[in-house]
């Protein structure tokens, strides 16, 4: 399929204060490509379970992301590992565009291990740059973001992917995960994912990592860059995005991520991505049937 200028520019979704958003799933690979357009606030801070690889196209593009704020203009590639948590708003008028590919953490570290381009067996990578001004690396994103987009077919995808990859691979840091080197975060950490759908209390927390309740938050908070109930939510809609990307109902997912309802689940979910979870699972499967309550 021959890229058509009609084709890309049409908003899958569109809102009143000028904000829209396309979104596409690549059914082989799992990669998402996501193409959107805002004015004002974003979106509020979340993380990823995918790698985060985009350019803005149109606008000044204005984040925070490891304690730092960035500014993306047309033409820089943006980078973001998986867990990285990341807002986003325009500062200037007429708002920003982006399009940015989400790579699966096991499909990018298998492709990397094909062309032993580091061998990784579990890809837990931190990026050098957050924003890098590299003009092969954001023209490979965005012909990889047109391949999948379009849906020019599978060479043509596979050729484009396989180049973005080569490039990538050279932005990697194998440098150890932040914040794995304080023990009692990671012991912290590693409780709320295991305890995820439950409802975690923080003396529990407190108790599980042999410290008192408010030195946890302001460490867990210098760690990980949020405090442990904004950590447990953006793990909770990590985990009910892919759900909800494998079809099961937004009723269902909610309860197992541990939102209190679906209702609960729609207003983090939103407020996080911009789209309804039974818009995003429409988008990723196609299933167009509403349960009661579903928009």
Known sequence: MTPT????????????????????????????????????????????????????LQGVQRFRCHRSLHTSTPGRAILIEPGAIHDGHAPEPGGFTYAMLYLPQAWTAQLLARHELGGLTALQPAFRHTLADDGRLSLAIRQAFLA????????????????????????????????????PMARARDFLHDGMAGDVGLDELA???????????????????????????????RAARALLAGGHRPSEVATAVGFSDQSHLGRWFQRAYRLTPADYRRRCTNVLDLEPGEP
Do not use: N
Request: proline residues 4%.
């Open 5 to 56: 200028a009609t084709k890309v520019d049409a908003p899958d979704h569109a809102a009143a204060d000028g904000h829209w958003l396309q979104l596409r799933r690549d059914a082989r690979t799992g990669i998402e490509t996501v193409r959107a357009h805002f004015e004002g606030h974003a979106y509020d801070p979340h993380g990823h379970d995918e790698l985060l690889i985009g350019v803005t």
């Open 148 to 183: 999948l987009h379009l849906d020019e077919g599978r060479l043509a995808c596979d050729q484009q992917l396989d180049r973005l990859i080569g490039l990538l691979a050279g932005q990697l840091d194998e440098a150890p995960p932040r914040g794995d080197a304080a023990r």
């Open 207 to 237: 108790a599980h990592t042999g410290m008192d309740r408010f030195r946890l938050t302001r460490q867990f908070k210098q760690a990980f860059g949020q405090s442990p109930h904004a950590y447990l939510v953006s793990l909770r809609l």
